[in-house]
């Protein structure tokens, strides 16, 4: 959360605690446990909300989650056969509605191949 104070309870449990996360927290409700407010640093913040301005942030995630946050912005799928190719980490900042210029640039930076074809992208070693 980037600024304020929610108070977060679990309807399903009416005895529970109430839970208050303030800016640049979290708060985590696992099913069988209590709900816990963690902080979240301010970098952290802004690369979660980098999609109110159309853009996703990653910080050294799979390529293969990369890929598949792609698909709820765009009908083009990234396609990634090679496990090793799927488990390089990214970093960046990327436009959430472009899938090619995603797959073009990670390409470029681990030394892929990327195969456009129509609503397809093949990311592969050369």
Do not use: C
């Not at 208050?20 to 909300?49: K, Y």
């Not at 960046?92 to 992208?121: C, H, K, M, Q, Y």
């Amino acid at each position: 959360m980037r600024e304020g104070i929610v108070e977060v309870k679990r309807r399903d449990v009416p005895v529970a605690p109430t839970v208050r996360v303030a800016t640049n927290g979290r708060a985590i409700a696992p099913i069988d446990a209590p709900i816990v407010a963690n902080p979240v640093e301010t970098a952290e913040v802004g690369r979660e909300l980098a999609w109110r301005v159309g853009r996703i942030a990653f910080h050294g995630e799979p390529l293969s989650e990369a890929a598949a946050e792609f698909s709820r912005y765009s009908a083009v799928r990234i396609q990634i056969d090679d496990p090793q190719v799927a488990n390089e980490k990214v970093i960046g900042l990327f436009v959430s509605t472009d899938p090619v210029g995603f797959a073009n640039a990670v390409a470029v930076s681990f030394d892929l191949r990327a195969e456009i074809n129509g609503e397809r992208i093949r990311l592969s070693r050369k």
